[in-house]
């Protein structure tokens, strides 16, 4: 599109399924109007107006009643233009009023560009950028969007510049907004808590406003920054939906508003309730990325459009699309009370099954042997684990690597960090501090504390051959108040702790490129597209127990890929519910991820280590499919009495699953394979049977009858070359 192209009236943007279009209108506001399947034509024919009582207009409208921006679809809605729905910018000026007037400038193509201190997708294609301004106040807004054609995804985020000469406050500042016009939808959103995150609820959007948030200066465990929208009828294979994901690891909000007219808007960016930017003049503010996805194909295309995005365009780690080693982490079997000698028991062991990496957890540091101690203290205990070289050699003698845990955002008040910095922990002034875990958080947003925190973690990593890191973060935050900032700038303190954690992963997963990175913050409280940035996969929740992962990882496959699922077997009964499950079942639903283990291998008797190594040697051998094929939900374990799951990477397809219950005098259940090449034909490994893709997508297999609940089964098909397909 040349210049004078982009200068004209209207705008589509195209993936390979997808367009969005919108245009500048004759009083050059930037009106949206379509996103969802391309049709070949405007489809602003779609959208006319009348006048509604109480939307007033604008004033070079002057009589038309029929031009309102409270009831007219936009890009870019803002605060103080009589449009009351829910907006995407607030600016507070400094004559104190809140109003502001955008109006289109113009448009341009470039080169996608970094965004300086956030995460951000990377490609080879151009950015739109549309520059709009307010001519009272000088302030300009540009936005930027970026196409990823193959995977159907559409990437959107703003830059606000003060352009005048008063300092501005930014009040909120979304990264992006969609206005879908007049619709029935239902949104799926995934709430939970911790031990229990990313629980699948769909409802339907219903008239007022709707918001998923959280204030805890993460993503957390009771809302994840990313919803879908989709038609009633739509299922997993069929019909329309749009998926809405933030890159972002802080407060987030995605608010929904369907209006006096039933028409739905969607505006999703940093939460406004614990943010305010002063903007000096001069001075810019980047909000975080907004990804967009549309299938009609259904949920199941959508998930795909999104593990292909996270990982072609998202992790960039070098280990990203590498297969993983196998590991063992020692946190359930000593918790803290460990030696060097009984970590090298448990290598010794764990190496004889096959395990590839030996993490040594909490407790290797300072003054560590309970979690109301030691935090901030990153130097070896030698009291505890001797020279830390030296079991790193031990451990690579009995040929693995290995990783080591840190939480590096956290301080216990009982450590010499402390005692050397007070003055470094968030904390009001003259109130005593939430406390959360027995532990405060190290204040982020001050760059002081973020460069003492690298050279730290950094000289560990530099003087020893570490394979693998675990970055946890054990507690939400409160108590927000910096020293660094002046009173009329405190509500900036929680973006920029974000900016400091992005900082210091940015630092470190630079410098040590070969060293594979988890997050984790006390399991998935803050797994999203922001730290898949810099740390391939994250931990997925503290909850190890085979029947909850089922559902936890469910929920999380709707965005995220499963290699960056983090998923171990651990010991039972389990220690976050005592539910006793057998070791097969445990590992089937660990190996829908990065596959380990979490348990004690001396307490396992000869069969169970065995079982055990045969566990890896196949997991070796399938973890191809598994973490870079393609992921199809089978079943709805919120509905049906089992949980199943396919991976396929065109040679070879494998069904996962566990059933739940087994009911006395019960036929089996059949249950469908997705996305298989119809004419080709399929082996059964096990069996030896030959199935059709037909008779594999439209009969099904039979799931196991053996008695017993949570039953593990697995189905691995490999497709026969051509001269073997005989219909």
């Not at 038309?64 to 605060?79: A, C, G, H, K, N």
């Not at 030959?690 to 017993?708: D, R, T, Y």
Request: glycine share 6%; with cysteine; charged share 25%.
């Amino acid at each position: 599109m040349t210049n004078e192209q982009l200068n004209q009236a209207e705008f589509e943007l195209q993936t390979k399924n997808s367009s969005w279009q919108f245009k500048r209108d004759p009083y050059q506001i930037l009106q949206h109007v379509w996103y969802g399947p391309k049709t070949g034509m405007d489809m602003s024919y779609l959208q006319e107006w009348h006048d509604t009582g109480f939307s007033g207009q604008i004033s070079d409208a002057g009589n038309d009643r029929t031009y309102s921006l409270d009831t007219r679809m936009q890009e870019i809605p803002v605060e103080g233009t009589g449009d009351y729905r829910i907006n995407s910018l607030a600016i507070r000026h400094a004559d104190g009023s809140i109003a502001s007037d955008l109006r289109f400038k113009s448009a341009d193509h470039q080169a996608k560009q970094p965004l300086k201190g956030l995460p951000h997708s990377f490609s080879e294609s151009e950015n739109l950028n549309i520059t709009l301004m307010d001519e009272t106040s000088q302030l300009e807004v540009v936005l930027h969007y970026s196409t990823f054609e193959e995977c159907d995804v559409i990437a959107r985020s703003m830059t606000i510049t003060n352009k005048g000469d008063q300092p501005v406050f930014i009040e909120t500042a979304d990264s992006a907004s969609l206005d879908f016009g007049l619709q029935d939808l239902e949104m799926i959103h995934f709430y939970g808590r911790h031990n229990m995150e990313r629980e699948y609820q769909c409802v339907p959007v219903t008239n007022g406003i709707t918001e998923i948030s959280s204030k805890r200066t993460s993503s957390s465990h009771q809302h994840n920054p990313a919803v879908i929208f989709k038609n009633p009828t739509t299922t997993e294979t069929s019909g329309n939906c749009w998926g809405i994901m933030l890159m972002y690891s802080g407060s987030f909000a995605i608010r929904t508003e369907k209006d006096q007219h039933n028409q739905i808007r969607v505006s999703a960016g940093i939460n406004p309730d614990t943010f305010e930017w002063k903007l000096e003049p001069g001075q810019s503010f980047q909000t975080p990325e907004a990804i967009f996805s549309f299938s009609n194909q259904g949920l199941s295309r959508l998930s795909k459009n999104f593990h292909q995005f996270i990982r072609d365009h998202v992790m960039r780690s070098p280990l990203a699309k590498k297969n993983k080693p196998v590991l063992l982490n020692n946190w359930e079997a000593t918790y803290f009370t460990f030696t060097k000698e009984k970590l090298l028991e448990i290598a010794k062991s764990a190496a004889e099954m096959g395990i590839d990496l030996f993490v040594l957890d909490d407790g290797w540091f300072g003054k560590r042997d309970s979690d109301m101690e030691g935090l901030g203290d990153w130097d070896v205990n030698k009291e505890k684990i001797g020279d830390l070289g030296e079991l790193i050699d031990g451990i690579k003698k009995l040929g693995m690597q290995f990783g080591l845990w840190i939480e590096p955002e956290m301080v216990s008040e009982d450590s010499d960090l402390y005692r050397n910095h007070p003055d470094w922990v968030i904390q009001m002034p003259n109130r005593s501090p939430i406390r959360n875990r027995y532990q405060l958080v190290l204040d982020f947003s001050n760059p002081e504390v973020v460069d003492y925190i690298y050279e730290k973690i950094s000289a560990i990593l530099r003087a020893h051959d570490i394979s693998y890191v675990k970055w946890d973060m054990n507690r939400s935050l409160s108590d927000l108040y910096t020293k660094t900032l002046p009173a009329d700038r405190q509500k900036e303190m929680a973006h920029r702790y974000v900016l400091g954690v992005y900082d210091l992963a940015n630092r470190l997963t630079e410098e040590f490129p070969e060293i594979l990175f988890e997050a984790c913050s006390g399991g998935g409280g803050r797994f999203d597209a922001g730290m898949l940035y810099y740390m391939p996969q994250i931990w997925t929740s503290d909850d190890t127990d085979a029947k909850e992962r089922t559902k936890i990882q469910f929920g999380t496959s709707f965005f995220y890929p499963v290699s960056s699922m983090g998923a171990h077997v651990s010991a039972v009964p389990n220690h976050q519910t005592g539910r006793i499950t057998s070791l097969q079942t445990r590992a089937t639903a660990a190996m829908a991820g990065t596959f380990g283990y979490e348990l004690d291998p001396t307490s396992f008797d000869q069969e169970e280590k065995d079982l055990i190594k045969e566990q890896i040697a196949h997991f070796h051998d399938i973890q191809n499919t598994i973490l870079n094929g393609e992921y199809d939900r089978l079943s709805h374990p919120y509905k049906d009495s089992y949980s199943a799951w396919q991976f396929n990477d065109g040679k070879r397809v494998i069904v996962h699953g566990i059933r739940y219950e087994k009911r006395p005098n019960s036929l089996r259940q059949p249950i469908e394979l997705r996305n298989l090449n119809e004419d080709q034909m399929y082996k059964e490994t096990k069996s030896g049977m030959v199935f059709s893709g037909k008779a594999l997508m439209n009969g099904g297999i039979l799931l196991p009858g053996e008695l017993g609940d949570n039953y593990p089964f697995e189905f691995i098909f490999e497709a026969l070359p051509e001269k073997n397909n005989q219909n």
